[in-house]
């Protein structure tokens, strides 16, 4: 039985004799693909790259060659390509599950923020002048991956910085999402957003720089970010998730310590 096992090893490795590891490299991270998806235009990526990066594209396109992929694709770990990489590489395999496992640990400490920011433009009639044409730009900063209570809760406030030539207070501080400025004027200029955060969170305040756009309807950007939380929410988070696996007595013991 032994033998045959041994036999039909080698048969497969014959067959992907000319299977090299680069050949099974993930053109995003550049390593060995670790749970492999395929795109529809054939394409494979780690399921965890491929997810970060479609996550920052504003059109959902195959990284590598570019086709649009359909807005239905799910992508799922490709079983049977998994299953010949492990045959394949046994060592390098291993090796990759778990740099992926040391990762998710290190991304608990982390919180992702996704970014939408930008402006829209329009042309609206002049608020003085009869007859005649003004420009009329809104900034924006939205975080799509938390509710307004989790802003809330994370974000002190979001403040714009106008250009020095704009009329009265150039740093604007909103407070409550959505984050948003707008003004009636024409001028391509940088606009820093800067995010402050509530004393929960570690990272220092985040800056983005947006230059302000006049072309059509304006103009957005995706942008992801972490930032660290606080070692003390951090066993919050954790705590949280170990209660769910909890009997009610045990949390009423532990709140009694
Ligand atoms: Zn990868
Ligand atoms: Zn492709």
């Known amino acids: 039985m032994d033998k045959l096992e041994d036999k039909s090893a080698n048969k497969e490795n014959k067959n992907c004799s000319n299977s090299s590891e680069i050949e099974h490299t993930c053109p995003i991270c550049i390593h060995l693909l670790i749970q492999p ?37 799910n992508p799922i770990v490709d079983k049977d390509y998994a299953k010949k990489l492990v045959q394949l590489f046994p060592k390098e395999t291993l090796e990759r599950e778990k740099q992926l496992e040391e990762l998710k640990l290190l991304e608990k400490e982390f919180l992702k923020l996704k970014l939408n920011f930008g402006n829209t433009h329009a042309i609206v009639p002049h608020p003085k002048k ?24 994370y974000i002190q406030y979001v403040e714009f910085e106008l250009h020095h030539t704009y009329v009265g207070e150039k740093k604007i501080k909103k407070f409550k999402a959505p984050f948003e400025l707008e003004r009636l004027a024409w001028g391509y200029f940088n606009l820093p957003i800067k995010i402050f955060f509530k004393d929960i969170v570690e990272s220092e305040p985040i800056v983005i720089d947006h230059m302000l756009c006049f072309d059509g309807d304006g103009i957005t950007n995706n942008q992801i970010v972490k930032i660290k939380l606080k070692k003390v929410e951090q066993d919050k988070e954790k705590d949280k998730n170990r209660g769910k696996g909890k009997s009610s007595k045990n949390v009423l013991k532990d709140s009694n310590k």
């Open 37 to 73: 998806i395929i795109t529809p235009c054939k394409h494979a990526y780690c399921l965890k790259c491929y997810e970060e990066c479609s996550e920052l594209l504003v059109k959902n396109i195959c990284p590598m060659c570019r086709s649009p992929i359909p807005k239905d694709f």
């Open 130 to 153: 009869e007859g005649e044409t003004s420009h009329r730009w809104r900034a924006h900063l939205r975080i799509e991956n938390l509710t307004d209570e989790q802003i809330q809760e």
